[in-house]
């Protein structure tokens, strides 16, 4: 604790400014994750509050031990680095997985999955009438 007290005026404001707008939009993504109603939209929500928010906590702890080991320190880049890298991958993959679960359960909340390759093969051909009726449907009505 004797650390904190050592850390001058000038460098502790922007470590607070920092801190609070990093566990701010920390906080924020947190109350969105609880707050929205479906498992879809939740995934949303921590994405870029934590991104952000570690982003700012990861500038004031630069800020912190640069001034204090009286040289730079920035090896916390690289954890902002594999938290930017590794947060959208990881909530995309959930996606996934929540989407391939309510897809072979047959909910009708999310979108089917596409035709597979050959099923617009055996639909029937669309004639040039009904495709001029489709380009100019002022023409069809006529």
């Keep these: 604790m004797s650390e904190i007290a050592d850390l001058p005026l000038w460098a502790a404001i922007p470590v607070a400014v920092f801190l609070l707008i990093g566990s701010g939009l920390a906080l924020i993504g947190s109350f969105g994750f609880y707050r929205l109603p479906n498992f879809y939209d939740r995934i949303h929500a921590p994405t870029l509050g934590t991104s952000w928010g570690a982003g700012g906590i990861i500038i004031a702890s630069m800020i912190f031990f640069t001034v ?11 954890l902002g680095v594999f938290v930017t890298i590794t947060t959208p991958v990881t909530l995309m993959l959930l996606g996934r997985a929540a989407l391939y679960r309510d897809r072979s359960e047959g909910s009708k909340e999310v979108p089917a999955m596409d035709p597979s390759p ?13 495709e001029d009726a489709a380009r100019n449907p002022d023409r069809a009505s006529e």
């Design 68 to 78: 204090l080991d009286t040289r730079l320190v920035i090896h916390e880049i690289l």
């Design 118 to 130: 050959g099923v617009l093969d055996e639909a029937e051909p669309v004639t040039s009438e009904e």
